[in-house]
């Protein structure tokens, strides 16, 4: 049964494959605030901080007032009252499911008659697919689904960097200190009196004192790496992307070779003996000359809290001891999991105009691609990122399998937010 679940998925993902992409403009020029983390996160807040028109009319509206003044009654308050326990303060700037209702439903409601939020959706949040996983909704759809997630990406921030909750990646992904400490409760009143009551408010949206504080509790936490290495396109990425506009991809028999990364779990090593094998049987594959690009995929995932950027450290011993030329090498120095290594080397397709009709190869070793090749790995990206984010095609051979990328891969994924 479970097999034939994955057929279906998999047909109909094939199926529809041609149909995708139509509402997305590469040549969008998304909004950006001054922290890439909020951008990368909660692109939807970003864009209506930036938007003038809808951002006063999202603070002047008399619900989304009254949801602000409450909040803001609540956090000071509790800063008086909450003594040392992080659960009582932090709740204050959670959103509560009466909240949430209020907030989607105002929200419809000015969708039905303000040209200026419906202008911004489709001029917006539509073309710059970072919702793309809902572009076969409705605008007021899209909006709402979109708000949703950066409500939940919020509260769980808050959960899991504020009161310590464990995430899915435990190992990886949790908290950086001790949340029953006198240090760090102390550190998290402090900054909470910083933000209420110091820093001066820029506006008066209904998400914004929320959104300040996760992105605070990651700031805290050393939690950047999803804006560690930016800009690619200006640094480590910039030579490869320049070759690409003067490669035949007709030349070759697939677009790229992705190769998983394998991360040391000691803090000494830059790169694990599987690591290293992987790169090994991406080499074999780029030397038989079947792509043109290979593009290394690991973050600051292992161990925890790595040092070393996987990519960084297999870009490099690909130069070093291969000598592979630096134009023929992408790097995604933010992925932690092998959804997202999939996801982001799919992103970096689109992104940097190769050939996405054309297919590529992902590489690891045995067991990894075993994984990778199962109807597992396709329910694993159900489950965490909401779709999957490339066809997984045929097996070549133990460590190797064809993919195409799939354009739903630049949705945004705010409830992980270290590899959103």
């Known amino acids: 049964m479970k097999k034939l679940i994955y057929i279906l998925i998999t047909l109909a993902c094939i199926s529809g494959y041609s149909q995708e992409g139509k509402e997305f403009d590469l040549k969008y020029k998304s909004s950006k605030s001054s922290s890439l983390v909020q951008d990368k996160n909660f692109y939807l807040l970003t864009a209506i901080q930036n938007d003038k028109a809808v951002s006063q009319l999202l603070e002047n509206n008399s619900v989304l007032k009254s949801i602000f003044n409450k909040q803001q009654q609540e956090i000071g308050s509790k800063l008086n009252s909450c003594k040392d326990s992080l659960s009582c303060l932090i709740s204050g700037y959670q959103f509560k499911e009466k909240e949430l209702k209020?907030?989607?439903?105002?929200?419809?409601?000015?969708?039905?008659?303000?040209?200026?939020?419906?202008?911004?959706?489709?001029?917006?949040?539509?073309?710059?697919?970072?919702y793309e996983n809902f572009k076969n909704n409705t605008d007021t759809e899209l909006l709402l689904k979109a708000w949703q997630v950066c409500a939940q990406g919020m509260n769980r921030i808050m959960n899991i960097y504020g009161i310590g909750e464990a995430p899915q990646y435990?190992?990886?992904?949790?908290?950086?200190?001790?949340?029953?400490?006198?240090?760090?409760?102390?550190?998290?009143?402090?900054?909470?009196?910083?933000?209420?009551?110091?820093?001066?408010?820029?506006?008066?949206?209904?998400?914004?004192?929320?959104?300040?504080?996760?992105?605070?509790?990651?700031?805290?936490?050393?939690?950047?790496?999803?804006?560690?290495?930016?800009?690619?396109?200006?640094?480590?990425?910039?030579?490869?992307?320049?070759?690409?506009?003067?490669?035949?991809?007709?030349?070759?028999?697939?677009?790229?070779?992705?190769?998983?990364?394998?991360?040391?779990?000691?803090?000494?090593?830059?790169?694990?003996?599987?690591?290293?094998?992987n790169i090994q049987l991406g080499v074999l594959e780029y030397e038989a000359k079947k792509v043109p690009l290979i593009?290394?995929?690991?973050?600051?995932?292992?161990?925890?809290?790595?040092?070393?950027?996987?990519?960084?450290?297999?870009k490099k011993e690909l130069i070093g001891v291969y000598h592979i030329p630096e134009e023929n090498i992408l790097i995604d120095p933010f992925a932690r999991h092998t959804t997202t290594n999939l996801r982001n080397a799919s992103r970096m397709m689109f992104a940097y105009q190769m050939p996405t009709d054309k297919k590529s190869i992902v590489i690891t070793n045995v067991s990894h691609s075993d994984y990778v090749g199962s109807p597992n790995f396709n329910a694993r990206c159900i489950e965490e990122l909401g779709y999957l984010p490339a066809i997984i095609l045929k097996r070549l051979n133990s460590t190797a399998i064809e993919f195409l990328p799939k354009i739903e891969s630049l949705h945004q994924n705010p409830i992980d937010p270290l590899d959103p």
């Open 295 to 314: 593009i290394v995929s690991g973050g600051h995932a292992h161990p925890f809290r790595a040092p070393y950027c996987e990519a960084i450290e297999m």
């Open 102 to 130: 209020s907030i989607e439903k105002e929200l419809q409601l000015l969708m039905k008659n303000k040209k200026d939020l419906q202008d911004f959706v489709k001029n917006n949040l539509r073309p710059s697919g970072k």
């Open 170 to 277: 435990a190992t990886i992904d949790s908290v950086s200190y001790d949340v029953k400490s006198k240090f760090y409760k102390g550190s998290v009143f402090m900054w909470s009196d910083l933000l209420h009551n110091k820093k001066p408010k820029l506006n008066t949206l209904f998400f914004q004192e929320s959104l300040d504080f996760s992105l605070s509790l990651l700031y805290m936490n050393h939690r950047d790496e999803v804006a560690r290495y930016e800009s690619l396109e200006e640094k480590e990425n910039k030579k490869a992307i320049d070759h690409i506009k003067q490669i035949n991809f007709n030349a070759f028999d697939y677009a790229s070779i992705l190769i998983l990364g394998n991360g040391p779990e000691n803090y000494q090593d830059r790169l694990s003996a599987v690591g290293k094998l």
